[in-house]
């Protein structure tokens, strides 16, 4: 469960929601699987409006979402906060003049890019994603964005993998998730 919202029915919901599926893609990993959350719709609207409720007065300008499962949460969240959306991407998705950061995975490496000039010196920034894990991915996204001079206020995920310690690889920017993985 949340460290943060303990005892918010909510966040039950929330979790009970999340579908974990066993052995995919490979044989001892336990996938959480959010696409069952976003069929319950009153679990889906409880993310967001938690969402919502943490970030409506924190000034954020920019919320990034990360490909793909950010791009489900983030464009709800900024347009509720009167934020626009910067969506990080994998390589060659984006039309135009992009930047990008390669970063390390389990086995082998990987690329984000985003647009050049969607950021601005000064944005004050959220990243959202659907799960941390090692924490490599945001960890890019950070990268990205305070390579523009933008602030990272804060990193959100739906669910944390604690046993992953991806939080520790944030150096000590703050991460907030709704649920941890059972």
């Known amino acids: 469960m949340s460290a943060y919202l ?36 009153k679990a889906f609207r409880d993310s967001i409006d938690i969402f919502v409720e943490r970030y409506k007065d924190k000034n954020i300008t920019v919320v990034a979402g990360i490909e793909a499962r950010g791009f489900i949460f983030g464009p709800p969240i900024a347009l509720a906060i009167g934020a626009k959306f ?55 996204a950070m990268s990205l964005l305070e390579r523009v001079g933008a602030e990272v206020v804060e990193c959100a995920c739906v669910i944390e993998l604690p046993e992953l310690k991806g939080r520790e690889r944030l150096g000590g920017k703050p991460l907030y998730i709704l649920v941890e993985s059972a």
Do not use: N, W
């Not at 979790?15 to 069952?36: E, H, L, N, W």
């Not at 969506?87 to 890019?113: N, Q």
């Open 6 to 41: 303990d005892g918010d029915e909510r966040v039950r919901r929330i979790s009970a929601a999340i579908r974990v599926v066993p052995d995919f893609p490979k044989p001892g990993i336990m996938f959480q699987d959010i696409t069952t959350l976003l069929l319950d719709h």
């Open 86 to 140: 910067v969506p990080m991407r994998k390589p060659k998705k984006l039309p135009g003049e992009v930047i990008s950061v390669e970063y390390a995975l389990e086995y082998g490496t990987d690329r984000m890019e985003m647009h050049v000039g969607a950021v601005q010196p000064g944005d004050r920034t959220l990243i959202v994603d659907d799960l941390i894990a090692t924490g490599g991915t945001l960890c890019a």
